[in-house]
């Protein structure tokens, strides 16, 4: 779909761009690149003959068809991002755009805070279609993707650099073409948005950090407090929780720095402070894992008195 | 990526006894803990090792 919508983007757009005219004329470059194209080329890259390449080694020969492909994908690259990031007034089909991109964001990125954001960002940009407000497509969202393509193909192009420098025998032109398509994917938005998508995954896998404790005698001792607390936390309503939480976040700063370390682990968004679900699911963490020293445990009991008063 | 994070409790012996572990760790199977596994390895002490959803990136 989003294949079928970039030729849209690209075409029928505004003379003004951000990019200065191409010192090269570029269809005449790509012409004369044609022979390096084609199909063949893997079969004239295999014979052993070198006179069926000009004269050329089969090293000499690959490294010939990984260069001309790589300038063709460069040209076809800079002239799609020239026209994908230096027009101003094609606000439907980018903002159909970036609700494809947010939607697909979304359906495959684990977070749900991550979705909700991403959720929310999409409807601003379905309702922000009428009022021309391009904002989030080409201020947020395309400079994000574009800075992925540009280092995503820098990557690619390590590699094929890399392998350039060893014989044909261990880099192959076959293997230097896959790394080519690769290097081709790498330039487009659906590869930018893979890549954006596996980054918003491997943070998500970056929560699963330890939060470590050692505990002692006070603790131990201290297991019927915490025990009647939690069941006392349990049996708050999901409102009642959000006010108790209310009441006790006030104290949060006065606790360890581990359990602070926890609270924070536990709620990264901090969504128990609008969320009565959130609101009791890290209230039980707290008081099964945090010490009540006496002062907490006076500001347990009236938190918890308050709210269930009130509510 | 259901997200997750460890809380890793270390109880030296003593005072702590593998009953009092046992109940500690029935305190946050009780607070919604996803798994937690006691560590008795060494005679010194017990590792407690828990683990819990991250509020909000599970779908709760």
């Known amino acids: 779909v989003i294949g079928s919508l970039l030729p849209a983007l690209v075409g029928g757009c505004a003379a003004f761009t951000g990019y200065p005219s191409n010192y090269q004329n570029t269809a005449a470059v790509i012409s004369a690149d044609e022979p390096y194209l084609n199909a063949g080329v893997r079969t004239i890259g295999d014979n052993p003959d070198d006179t069926a390449r000009n004269g050329f080694t089969r090293q000499q020969y690959r490294d010939a068809v990984v260069f001309r492909r790589l300038e063709v994908i460069d040209l076809n690259y800079y002239d799609f991002e020239s026209k ?9 089909v980018g903002a159909d755009l970036v609700v494809l991109i947010l939607n697909g ?9 991550t979705k909700a954001a991403l959720a929310a960002a999409s409807a601003g940009v379905v309702g922000a279609k009428n009022v021309v407000n391009t904002d989030l497509f080409y201020q947020k969202t395309l400079p994000a993707l574009v800075a992925q393509m540009r280092a995503s ?14 014989p044909v025998s261990s880099y192959t032109l076959n293997e230097a073409l896959l790394d080519v398509s690769n290097y081709y994917v790498a330039g487009t938005l659906p590869g930018a948005i893979a890549q954006v998508t596996t980054q918003a995954g491997a943070q998500a896998a970056k929560a699963s950090a330890d939060v470590a404790f050692t505990r002692d005698s006070v603790f131990l001792q201290s297991i019927g407090q915490r025990t009647s607390l939690e069941t006392q936390v349990s049996n708050l309503t999901n409102a009642q929780a959000l006010s108790v939480y209310k009441a006790m976040q006030q104290y949060v700063s006065t606790r360890s720095a581990t359990v602070q370390t926890l609270l924070k682990t536990a709620d990264p968004n901090n969504l128990a402070a609008t969320n009565g679900a959130s609101a009791k699911s890290l209230l039980k963490y707290w008081v099964a894992l945090d010490t009540p020293d006496s002062t907490l445990a006076s500001h347990w009991a009236t938190a918890i008195k308050a709210a269930t008063a009130a509510n | 990526m259901p997200a997750t ?9 003593p005072p702590a006894t593998l009953a009092t572990v046992q109940q500690e760790q029935a305190l946050r199977v009780k607070a919604g803990c996803i798994s937690s596994t006691i560590d008795q390895t060494d005679p010194k002490k017990f590792v407690l090792t828990t683990t819990w959803n991250v509020i909000g990136e599970n779908g709760d």
């Open chain 2, 5 to 13: 994070f460890n809380t890793v409790e270390t109880f030296p012996v």
């Open chain 1, 84 to 92: 994908l990031t230096g027009q101003y007034n094609a606000l439907d």
């Open chain 1, 153 to 166: 193909r820098l990557t690619v192009l390590a590699t094929i650099v890399k392998g350039l420098q060893t």
């Open chain 1, 105 to 113: 964001l979304g359906a495959t990125t684990g977070a749900a805070a």
